[in-house]
T-cell receptor, first 114, second 116 residues
Framework: AQKVTQAQTEISVVEKEDVTLDCVYE???????LFWYKQPPSGELVFLIR??????QNEISGRYSWNFQKSTSSFNFTITASQVVDSAVYFC???????????FGSGTQLTVLP | AAGVIQSPRHLIKEKRETATLKCYPI?????VYWYQQGPGQDPQFLIS???????DKGSIPDRFSAQQFSDYHSELNMSSLELGDSALYFC???????????????FGPGTRLTVL
């Protein structure tokens, strides 16, 4: 069975601070895919990144960066110089083996204060 | 770029009524997924279709049914609605392709269903 744990339920930071959202996953499959989605107050789910289990390269996209470590089964997400518009719920998700559906973590509510 | 379209965006129903939610995937996407997100919860997978055939089934109640049509749009039919069915229902689509690594799910804006 697959499981995704986002231990941080809520995080509050002041604008321009850096913030890291944690994600720990569990799967017995050797091939799997990890995702981050953003859900702003308007409700839609916005795809941010996909990472394959066989590619441990970290990735940076503007103010966003992701740290994938198979040794600790973690896929953490860092926002540098946070902005008020980053306020949202962030979900980490896993797709493993032959299953196509996503298993989501419980989400982290990020609030960036001006 | 074209995105997943869901209709209606909001729906209010009474208990025991029926509801039909529609999903139009991104062009050239042949796989459709339905998820249910209760208040303060993470999205839970309901069911998926690939090339008009059901491909995976999750925690979908027997009162719900779904199908994918020849134009790849999908409909989620919900009968005997209960108060607990109030939730945000997402449809997602992905290009199955030959390489599962391309299977990123892109979500629609969701349909917010309220059962009174």
């Amino acid at each position: 069975a697959q499981k995704v744990t986002q231990a941080q339920t809520e995080i509050s930071v002041v604008e321009k601070e850096d913030v890291t959202l944690d994600c720990v996953y569990e799967t017995r499959d050797t091939t799997y895919y990890l995702f981050w989605y953003k859900q702003p107050p308007s409700g839609e789910l916005v795809f941010l990144i996909r990472r394959n289990s066989f590619d441990e390269q970290n990735e940076i996209s503007g103010r966003y960066s992701w740290n994938f470590q198979k040794s600790t089964s973690s896929f953490n997400f860092t926002i540098t110089a946070s902005q008020v518009v980053d306020s949202a719920v962030y979900f980490c998700a896993l797709r493993a083996g032959s299953a196509r559906q996503l298993t989501f973590g419980s989400g982290t509510q990020l609030t960036v204060l001006p | 770029a074209a995105g997943v379209i869901q209709s209606p965006r909001h729906l209010i129903k009474e208990k025991r009524e029926t509801a039909t939610l529609k999903c139009y995937p991104i062009p050239r996407h042949d796989t459709v997924y339905w998820y249910q997100q209760g208040p303060g919860q993470d999205p839970q997978f309901l069911i998926s279709f690939y090339e008009k055939m059901q491909s995976d089934k999750g925690s979908i109640p027997d009162r719900f049914s779904a199908q994918q049509f020849s134009d790849y749009h999908s409909e989620l039919n919900m009968s005997s609605l209960e108060l607990g069915d109030s939730a945000l229902y997402f449809c997602a689509s992905s290009p199955a392709g030959a390489n599962p690594g391309t299977d990123t799910q892109y979500f629609g804006p969701g349909t917010r269903l309220t059962v009174l």
